[in-house]
């Protein structure tokens, strides 16, 4: 009878990765373990490995978990891989098969309600997996290994998806607020960038406008935040911008506004673009619409995301007139001041704009 992991060894060269190497034939088990990895190769994706006959049954999942029935999620069934796998984490060298960082997202056990060829369905019993899931074979006859996940539970209590898009709370032209209610406020200095909502979701990025218009293809130097957050879903509220010379660059995102594309595909060198992240609508699983603006911000400051397209502007806490001094000296537009304790109220107009 033929190995179980002879397509696993194949693609493999044993000297060159620190992946398990085991010599012998698998050993059957209970069939009850499971194993996810955040798998960081080409593309993010995320590997299921259910133990099987002494083996772990794997599908490739892009977009990872789906955490609502009405989700329905590619997965990619690949070659059986060895037991020592359940706790595999290291670097795969640039160049093997599956090059890139892989880690452990969640490990446990689980129940078969159902196993063969066409399906297989488990009740997942892990830290961060939990549930009734189906796998179901496409049957394509052009790729055997075209399947699908999707969660058929409902959602865990509390658990929301989060939308695409939400109207921005908009800021109209006024003046500073008196000094007796400065300490109400928060400050923020305008950039003069365009407004775009950010969904994070299975490690990929998704961009709309303030008009609710898909702007993704706008912005490729942006989408590799996606890969950075992993499996956070996050919708942000923020900015794009172009800097030149330490300031915003109107005629520079005037040009970026414009390209799409392969344009802006030749535009990530030349004229790079920025996003301002400034505010958190929605973060794992839940709406963050009523928590207070500070509180909100706190949220956005610890995604602690690192990279060079990505910020987070601070923001101040009282003393308006000296961010409006200090943004006036910048060269900037003006200044956003925001009542710290407000929600955010999609398609208000509660937040003043003290232009320079």
């Known amino acids: ?67 609502s029935p009405g989700v329905t999620r590619l997965a990619v069934h690949t070659e059986d891989h060895p037991m020592e796998y359940l706790g595999f984490e290291g670097e795969i060298p640039a160049g093997e098969y599956g090059g890139g960082w892989m880690a452990v997202w969640d490990t446990g056990r689980y129940e078969t309600l159902h196993w063969n060829d066409h399906k297989v369905e488990v009740v997942f019993h892990g830290a ?141 060198t030349s004229c790079p673009v920025f996003y301002f992240a400034s505010d958190v609508l929605h973060f794992d699983g839940k709406p963050t619409l009523g928590l207070p603006y500070t509180d909100r911000r706190e949220l956005l400051d610890g995604l602690a995301v690192t990279d060079r397209h990505w910020q987070v502007p601070r923001y101040f806490s009282g003393n308006g007139e000296a961010v409006a001094e200090a943004s006036r000296q910048h060269g900037l537009p003006g200044i956003v001041a925001k009542r710290a304790d407000s929600p955010y109220r999609p398609g208000e107009d509660d937040w003043l704009l003290i232009e320079n």
């Open 1 to 67: 009878m033929a190995d179980r992991l002879d397509e696993y060894r194949r693609k493999r060269h044993r000297s060159r990765t620190p992946e398990p190497w085991p010599d012998g034939p698998p050993e059957p088990g209970n069939d009850d373990l499971f194993v996810i990895q955040e798998h960081h190769a080409t593309r993010l994706h995320w590997d299921f490995r259910l133990e099987r006959d002494g083996v772990l049954v794997s599908w490739a999942v892009p977009k990872g978990l789906p955490l």
């Open 128 to 268: 961060r997996t939990r549930g009734k899931y189906l796998f179901q074979n496409k049957h394509n006859p052009e790729d055997e290994g075209d399947w699908t996940l999707r969660r058929l539970d409902p959602a865990e209590d509390g658990h929301e998806d989060s939308p695409e898009f939400l109207e921005p709370m908009a800021a109209v032209p006024g003046e500073l607020p008196p000094a007796a209610e400065d300490d109400d406020w928060a400050y923020e200095f305008a950039w003069g960038g365009l407004r775009t909502m950010m969904l994070v979701s299975g490690g990929r990025v998704t961009l709309h406008d303030d008009t609710g218009a898909d702007v993704t293809g706008r912005y490729p130097e942006l989408h590799k935040l996606g890969e950075t957050l992993g499996s956070t879903e996050v919708l942000l509220d923020g900015e794009v911008v172009v800097v030149k010379d330490g300031k915003p660059y109107p005629g520079g995102l005037e040009e970026r506004r414009r390209a799409d594309g392969a344009a802006a595909k030749r535009l990530k």
